[in-house]
């Protein structure tokens, strides 16, 4: 059993808002002194309908009549140096509430009010902060309070529940509230013009009962007229425009139905055929194939890009936004790479964790297919993102040195699919290796597609050439020229399955799709020679068919040794690699948001409220 | 000075010189004409530098002491510096300088049916004034023969007596350039259509092919024209001795074909050479080096050298870097002949007796080439003991490469003419 703490606070009831009839004052009032067990001395002041009665040890009195209830009660304290509880509404708290909040008066001299948080409705969800005359039935869910700071200091707060520390009780102008004038909003507004603040204790609950709509802000009202008025309009501008109300608005909305809700910011996907599009679906599918019941999904994609990769109907259970964000999630994936600062904006405004999936920093060092604040966009992700996801160590490695991230930032290498059952099916019909040399890539300077097909058609004359992301026209018999982009997952298929050897020599890569893609066809591959490929052959098990090149006479030998017949007779990549599948992306990936969610870090999101959106 | 009429007269015409031969086609016109005159016909050859490349006077001077009846044609013609032993052959040329030139575009009237460009070349090739010079010099002389060197200098043709057998010595068959030449990514500003040079060839009464390939595409092009093949000759050496350091050779003048070649070869598979055989080192020699600065790893540019024999002899094999190319590779010939083996690539091959070709490695990419290279540098006792069996074929190859055998036609159709004009039966 809790004992209050003998003498240092009294109580002060405002039944006032509630159905309390004067003659329910006193039963209320020795109600709660034997919840509280309050000891000797310590008053309960009760206010019903004008009506108003001090009990102490027992015996019940009346406040005199020069002062009103409230100011009453605070000289009571005044002259005795305790604090008081200000109450409002027909509720009890507990003992240990009360003296927990209470104890949070130490911990600055000016702190001069400490208000719990309140737990409402029958599932113990906390309402949600609100801010001067706007009251709010929005609800956060009591799972989430751990994301919140453990304490907050505001300007004031009409709350249902205000603990008014010793000190500032001294401070309270008892002449002005003897006049009338005084309101329960003129006494915080004028403890803050002497400099205390209010506390809210984020990790103290109160098991308030009554419905959220009237936790805070029920003596707005009587604000109207009062010489504060004015002030108390600005300490309220103050509170909403502070980070913590934003957050407890976003927080609100990230959960439905006792799911967490999960945005997975498909934007980077444009409705063409590229190593983006195809990690993003493979995500999209690991996701969905997931064990995830804890968490609600919902897709942002563009509404073109959706319909050429025909999400809707190859996700149906996923939820969809288009073309940007408007709902709050409590996690904010963004599948691809941070590109746009208005794309990280609104990611922030969309979630409190957000996290980016790094490809690869090719468009960062090469400029030119980026956009003019890559830079900066990048680096606020690093400086404040809560998370990254890269597709491999090499990834990893590339990002981390161009982009330190903060310490706390949760890092994840994910991989995309190296399956072959989720590429292609192994041994299902034989190849046919009609095409010859397919060099792989694209458009993109990095990819190197047209040199280096310039480059194997000199060296290998009377060899066909596919050279696929080659957008010139055809000068050479022996090259088809293929330009990537617009050509079903089928057409790609078939032409790495027509290859006698695919050639990747991309100098700059975050997976490398295509190579593990020709990898799970049993097609000899040759790339340029980067630390990411011992990782692609881990997870592979390529077999010796990975070949690596380095100078031009390193791309002519490997190429050479791959068409040799007997290396053409050769079986398929082994399987004795560590496959990655994309249902363990998509566990990896929801395991990730867990932990985001479980390191959720206020001051880092302040942090980043403050740069990204603050002027 | 003497008459003319002691021995049957050749008129050669060609654009490069034959001595001293530095490229593949002044190989092949000096082995031409020293076949010509080793069968008692005087050779009249005419220099027309194509496009005015100047020459010296004593580059001049040193051609006309190895030719004694030379007509060097400048300015489009216009001036014709010469020396000849053949009295009427003087008196004709002599004369020249005294009458205009001639504008010989009237008489070709279907000329402007050429390409522009096949049209510019052919004037470019045989200008008014060397059309003059040829005319004025067959009739003095009456040769048995006009022999002008490529098709585009066909120009002449026409004006050739009739009396007179008119021939083209077509080196290259230029309408195959786009997929022989050009396929592989070589330009070629000498490609033409297969209508233009049919039209070109049609003015000659026998067309000499340098390959029986290209013979017979020629002689689909022109089925009413006579068509001989005939290769270049090139007299097999002695046996040599083994070379000592892992060598390798590459000869070539500077033309695209080359120059792309090699610099290739550098590139891609002088690498994995030198990967293989660390102390293998490449000898440059001729114009092509000039492709390199010779500070490629393992690379020495020689340029010109005096002994090509010895620079054989030093070297362990011969490549033939060139993927593209028309008519017959000299340099391919001269490896052989030189007892060494050489490394090249289908096209290296092209025209071979198929006993000669066996005589050969080729390749089809560079990784091979590069393989086939380290082999001969590094020989398995097998390889050892066939590049033996191969020496001892020697002989044979000596008769195929032999000028009895590369002439055989061209000394037929020559007869052919000289009977039909000294009315024998």
Redesign the interface.
């Known amino acids: 059993m809790h004992r209050a703490q003998n003498g240092s606070w009294d109580l002060f009831v405002d039944l006032s808002g509630s159905v309390m009839t004067p003659e329910g004052i006193e039963p209320f009032a020795r109600l709660l002194s034997n919840r509280l067990r309050m000891s000797v001395g310590q008053r309960i002041t009760a206010v019903a309908d004008r009506e108003s009665r001090i009990l102490v040890d027992g015996r019940l009195f009346e406040p005199p009549r020069r002062a009103g209830a409230l100011a009453h009660a605070i000289e009571l304290a005044q002259i005795d140096g305790r604090g008081l509880f200000v109450i409002s509404g027909a509720w009890m708290p507990t003992a240990r509430l009360l003296d927990d909040v209470a104890a949070l008066a130490t911990v600055d001299p000016n702190i001069g009010t400490v208000q719990p948080r309140f737990g409402v409705g029958g599932s113990g969800d906390v309402a949600m902060l609100a801010a001067g005359s706007s009251t709010s039935s929005s609800v956060i869910s009591r799972t989430l309070l751990p994301l919140l700071p453990e304490l907050y200091v505001t300007p004031e707060i009409d709350a249902a529940c205000t603990y008014i520390t010793p000190t500032a009780v001294t401070a309270v102008d008892t002449t002005s509230a003897a006049t009338g004038l005084a309101t329960q909003l003129d006494l915080l507004v004028g403890l803050r013009r002497r400099g205390f603040r209010n506390l809210v204790a984020n990790r103290l609950v109160a098991d308030y009962g009554l419905p959220a709509g009237s936790v805070y802000g029920s003596h707005q009202g009587e604000a109207e007229g009062s010489a504060l008025a004015e002030d108390a309009r600005a300490g309220a501008r103050w509170l909403e425009g502070s980070a913590m109300l934003k957050l407890e608005r976003m927080l609100s909305q990230s959960m439905r139905g006792g799911r967490k809700r999960l945005l997975l910011d498909c934007r980077g996907m444009t409705p063409v055929h590229n190593g983006s599009a195809h990690a993003i679906l493979g995500y999209l599918l690991g996701i969905s194939r997931a064990n995830n019941p804890g968490w609600e999904i919902t897709v942002c994609v563009g509404r073109e890009a959706a319909d050429y990769h025909r999400l809707l109907r190859r996700f149906p259970d996923f939820q969809y936004e288009f073309q940007q964000p408007r709902s709050h999630y409590l996690v904010a994936l963004h599948l691809s790479q941070p590109w746009r600062m208005n794309m990280l904006m609104e990611l922030h405004e969309s979630a409190p964790l957000i996290a980016f999936n790094i490809l690869d920093t090719i468009a960062w060092d090469a400029i030119y297919p980026a956009p003019d604040d890559l830079d900066r966009v990048t680096r606020l992700a690093a400086r404040f993102a809560d998370g990254m996801i890269y597709l491999s160590e090499h990834s990893q490695k590339s990002f981390r040195l161009r982009f330190p991230p903060h310490d706390g930032m949760q890092e994840v290498v994910t991989y995309l699919s190296t399956s072959p059952d989720e590429y292609h099916v192994m041994g299902a019909h034989p190849l046919q290796q009609t095409t010859g040399i397919l060099v792989m890539g694209n458009r993109l300077d990095h990819k190197d597609v047209a040199r280096t097909t310039?480059?194997l058609?000199?060296?290998?004359?009377?060899?066909p050439i596919v050279s696929f992301g080659d957008e010139r026209p055809c000068?050479?018999?022996?090259v088809r020229t293929v330009p990537s982009g617009h050509l079903s997952d089928a057409t790609v298929r078939d032409l790495l399955e027509r290859a006698s050897v695919i050639v990747y020599p991309s100098f700059a890569e975050g997976f490398g799709i295509p190579a593990v893609q020709g990898l799970s066809l049993g097609k000899h591959v040759v790339v340029r020679d980067l630390p990411l490929w011992d990782e692609i052959r881990a997870l592979t098990g390529s077999n010796g068919k990975l070949r690596t090149f380095r100078?031009?006479?390193?791309?002519?030998?490997a190429?050479?040794?791959a068409?040799e017949p007997d290396a053409q007779a050769s079986g398929p990549a082994g399987s004795g690699g560590r496959a990655v599948t994309w249902s363990d992306c998509g566990n990896l990936l929801i395991r990730f948001a867990d932990e985001l969610v479980s390191r959720f870090d206020y001051e880092r999101w302040q942090s980043r409220d403050l740069a990204i959106t603050r002027p | 000075m003497r008459p003319a009429s002691e021995r049957p007269g050749v008129i050669v015409i060609a654009h490069v010189p034959p001595w001293p031969a530095s490229a593949g086609n002044e190989y092949r016109l000096a082995r031409l004409i020293h076949w010509l005159e080793a069968t008692d016909h005087d050779v009249h050859f005419v220099y027309r530098p194509f496009r005015a490349a100047p020459h010296t006077e004593d580059e001049l001077c040193a051609l006309a002491e190895r030719f004694p009846r030379l007509y060097a044609v400048e300015d489009s013609g216009m001036s014709v510096t010469f020396v000849t032993d053949v009295a009427e052959a003087d008196e004709a040329v002599a004369t020249l300088s005294d009458q205009p030139v001639t504008d010989y575009e009237r008489a070709l009237p279907s000329d402007s049916l050429l390409a522009e460009r096949v049209h510019d070349l052919t004037r470019s090739f045989a200008p008014d004034g060397l059309i003059d010079l040829v005319a004025a010099l067959a009739k003095a002389i009456e040769p048995v023969a006009v022999i002008p060197m490529y098709i585009f200098m066909s120009r002449i043709l026409p004006f050739v007596p009739t009396d007179t057998l008119r021939m083209i010595d077509l080196v290259d068959v230029f309408s195959t350039k786009v997929d022989k030449v050009e396929?592989?990514?070589v330009s070629d500003s000498f490609a033409v259509s297969r209508h233009d040079e049919a039209y070109l060839m049609d003015r000659a009464d026998v067309v000499i092919a340098i390959q029986e390939e290209e013979a017979e595409v020629v002689r689909a092009l022109v089925p009413d024209r006579r068509v001989v093949t005939v290769g270049i000759d090139y007299p097999m050496l002695p046996v040599s001795p083994p070379a000592i350091d892992n060598r390798v050779l590459v000869v070539g003048s500077a033309n695209p074909m080359n120059t792309?070649g090699l610099v290739?070869f550098i590139?891609?598979?002088?690498?994995?050479v030198r990967?293989a055989v660390p102390d293998a080192e490449l000898c440059v020699v001729g114009s092509v080096g000039g492709a390199l600065s010779g500070a490629e790893s393992g690379v020495s540019v020689l340029g010109r050298v005096d002994d090509i024999d010895a620079t054989y002899a030093s070297a362990k094999v011969a490549i033939n870097p060139a993927?593209a190319g028309t008519g017959v590779k000299v340099k391919t010939l001269e490896a052989i002949a030189h007892r060494r083996p050489i490394v090249m690539?289908?096209s290296g091959a092209d025209g071979l007796p198929r006993e000669v070709r066996a005589a050969t490695s080729i390749a089809?990419?560079?990784?091979?080439f590069?393989?086939l290279v380290i082999g001969h540098l590094q020989p398995s006792e097998r390889a050892s003991s066939e590049g033996a069996a191969a020496d001892r074929h020697g002989p044979d190859l000596a008769e195929f490469l032999s000028a009895d055998y590369v002439y055989r036609e061209l000394a037929e159709a020559l007869t052919t003419a000289r009977s039909r004009r000294d009315g024998d039966p």
């Open positions: 310039d480059k058609a000199n060296a290998f004359p009377f060899f000068t050479n018999p022996n100078t031009d006479a390193e791309l002519v030998t190429v050479g040794a068409l | 396929r592989f990514g792309v290739s590139r891609y598979a002088w690498p994995i990967s993927v690539w289908p089809t990419n560079w990784a091979e590069a393989k």
